[in-house]
């Protein structure tokens, strides 16, 4: 096989690549560009759909095209973050692939000048039943535990789901968030002439050489264990140090520009600073503190050890620079400096490697034009898991148990989730976390979602649903949104199925961020998640974070004996795409519109009532339904409850079951003083007393149907993840 | 109080151990781990964390820091140091305290809320604690079973050295005797795995962690 085609690229992209450098690309240039050029750094087949985000907004300081994005929270403090996967590693080798997934997303936290405060993770996996997917949820949550916990940085939030086309392409999603002096903050952009490039953290290996182009961008195969060089290894105590060492230099004022190393090593952190600030640049890979002395120069140059930086500094600031890398014990040399020739050059102890327009490099890949075909059918498959003579109350039982559904506490708990001494509401314990910042006398709330089950019913109306869930979620903390973040998992949008999917997605995200008022201040695009039984389902996971006033104002209270519950919004459910069509084998395309409206004045009014303190009890209704989640809040109280949901039925003609166990956006069920929730009408939101709060079972009434378990059942089967993981 | 806070490569909770004894109503500064002078700090936190990654074994490379043999120097002349987690493995190592830590028997790392009861330990840090009382602060590590050989475990007991045991039914990770922390045979040195500094806040949950960093004033005063 021809050389270009091996790295990645097209015959086509191989000319246009001779073509701009009017000569044949050596063995250095070649493997930067098919690197530069692949799916994972050029974005070539999403780049035009995500032109249309919104992505400007007043609190939005730093957006696309930085490390992160960031949003000024006041008193001079900003809050930064971003979402990015690590796939295909986590796949390979789940241990090493979640930690430096987790590593990785650090990084580029700190790259912006901020402190990494918090991590949350999203984790896809294919069903509980094989022992492949018990080994990579064990590999991955230890992965994420690993490198979390010893960075001292809380892991407070995320979500699993456990669905049939996730078997063989795991999804491993991390979000980081952090905290910067507005005013301290560093662009990415080299800049000034002559001034000189300094590499610190670890050494260069050979570990991950091509990682983005050989594992990112391409489907997963039979045999893949062969790739298992090319996931690279995390060692979180280096990373420890380079985060206070950045901390330290920044403090100083000592850095023109900073930028972390990650997919495409040194050839995407130096490409990239050059062309963002319209410099040239010169790299010595003779310089490169190096693991192994006999590196070629392009394994120098694409080789993805971890824990590294590269900054941008002035001459004299040099030795100041060097000596706080000394004092953090962290390898630092200067290898090249910034120049006007517009070319990036590489050198070996002065002689020249390759040369490269830095635009051609980083600017001159082709962005191809989707050919989206929506798909006549459901293409996913079917299985049942439920028994058909299932009655309401076995029904609701088993949703509990399902594994997307049940308790997740067995993965949290091996999280450090408090380390920061801001963590207000750890993993689980509310539906968004809440940190508390003091620098600007509020709390931030994060949110991470996205129910690729429901997107791939219908890719548009999904990708609505799950940015206003984040939404929701934050409503019921009491928080107001500020920016999104995203990562898109996708198959391989050469197929015309997935590109469909992946189109019809970014115009929902597109549709419900405009609608919301909400800047898109960064993400990552993953494409390729395909094996030969086919692509995963598309899953846009949403990050989102949001403000509130006062921390101890932020819900996540459990209801109290003789609450009223009550359930607010627009909620119309449906069984298309629910859990319960899940284990009926019964999905299908499709999902019903949604009106995006009347569910962001639920969200802004549920908000309202958790941040005055008149509400501490609320929760959106998500996976599983109404049942699902009055059970859940029973478990996190002790106390049953005993609604009619009655209401529900009249007032949208729906079937019993839907009203128990149908899904939609735009409900939330709050608890607490019937005077305090009825004090909420009257002002365009549906608003619905169900119930009270009492005794020991979930009675929930539904015409002639009812549910009625204990809540100690409840239990039994909320809690059964553990048994079945460490089966 | 003026309070010395170890900073090794690789501390986690230095900063939260400084709030913590803010909250206490001290002073602080960050004691780097190549540091000797001591002088002006009234006690000594040794925080927790991954010191030097914690290769080799967990505190084992901390244990023979430049500022570890002040710190000893200043425990033989009965200033009050606590360390926590990282810190309590570092202490053992070092010899300043009975026994060793090793991997939980669950071999997970673990972070939940739970409950300790104060031992029978006469020492200026349970000054605010009688034996008995029980406080809420989170359990946090993955190194955390408290070993130590019979008769060494037995002069723990008879010396009356526990500084905390864990409540009934919620040892998390194998300890002997339920044994959550100790403390030297002269009382100023505690070491325990769980973490009174992120007890401090009461968004938390629970403040318990305050009552063991005032402690030494009270006595003080």
Known sequence: MAKHRELGLTDD????????????????????????????????????????LPTEGPRVVMGPGENAGAVDIGNGWSIAFKVESHNHPSAVEPFQGAATGVGGILRDVIALGARPIAILDSLRFGELDTERTRYLVDGVVRGIGHYGNSMGIPTVGGEIYFEPPYEQNCLVNAMCVGIARTDEMVRAAAAGTGNMVVLFGSKTGRDGIGGASVLASAELEEGDASKRPTVQIGDPFEESKVLECCQELLGNDLLVSLQDLGAAGLTS?????????????????????????????????????????????????????????????????????????????????????????????????????????????????????????????????????????????????????????????????????VLDIPESDRAIAISIDGNGRRVAGAPFQGTIEATLECAANLACVGAEPLGVTNCLNFGNPEKPTVAWQLSQSVLGLTEACEALGLPVVGGNVSLYNETPSGPIYPTPVIGMVGELPDPFKSGGQPWEDSNWVALVGPFNPSLAGSELEKSRGQLGQGLPDVDIAPVKAAIELVRDAVRSGKIRTARDVSDGGITTLLSEMALDSGVGCDVSLAPVIALHDCSEEDALFGEAPGGFILAGDRKAIEELGGKGVQIELLGRVEGNEVKVAAGESSVEILVAEAKAAFESLPHRIEA | MIWGVLQFPGSCDERDAQHALELAGGETRLVWHEETDLSGIDGIVVPGGFSYGDYLRVGAIASFAPAMNAVADFAAAGGPVLGICNGFQVLCEAGLLPGALLTNEGTRFICRQGDLITGDAESPWLSELAPGTSISIPFKHQTGRYFAPPEMLDAVESNNQVAFRYAPGQNPNGSLNDIAGVTNEAGNVLGLMPHPEHAVEAFTGSTDGLRLFRGPAGVAV
């Not at chain 1, 000569?23 to 994972?40: G, I």
């Not at chain 1, 990239?272 to 003779?286: F, K, L, R, Y």
């Open chain 1, 13 to 52: 992209e191989f000319e246009l690549i001779k073509q701009k450098m009017d000569r044949e690309p050596n063995a250095v240039e070649l493997a930067m560009f098919s690197l530069l050029w692949s799916e994972h750094c050029a974005y070539k087949h999403s780049r035009k759909l995500l032109k249309n």
């Open chain 1, 269 to 433: 952190s130096a490409g990239e600073m050059a062309a963002a600030g319209g410099t040239g640049i010169d790299i010595d890979v003779g310089l490169v503190p190096l693991r192994e002395a006999d590196m070629e120069p392009f394994e120098i140059m694409v080789s993805e050890s971890q824990e590294r930086m590269l900054a941008v500094v002035t001459p004299e600031m040099v030795d100041d620079v060097l000596a706080i890398c000394t004092k953090w014990q962290t390898d630092s040399a200067v290898i090249g400096e910034v120049t006007d020739t517009g070319d990036f050059r590489i050198l070996r102890n002065g002689e020249l490697e390759g040369e490269i327009a830095v635009d051609a490099l980083v600017d001159g890949c082709p962005l191809y034009d989707l050919d989206p075909v929506e798909p006549s059918e459901w293409i996913y498959g079917n299985n049942v898991t439920l028994d058909e003579n299932a009655g309401p109350s076995e029904i609701a039982l088993s949703l509990l148990g399902a594994s997307s559904i049940a308790s997740k506490q067995w993965a949290y708990d091996q999280y450090d989730s408090i380390v920061g001494s801001r963590t207000v509401h750890r993993a689980g314990a509310a539906d968004a976390a």
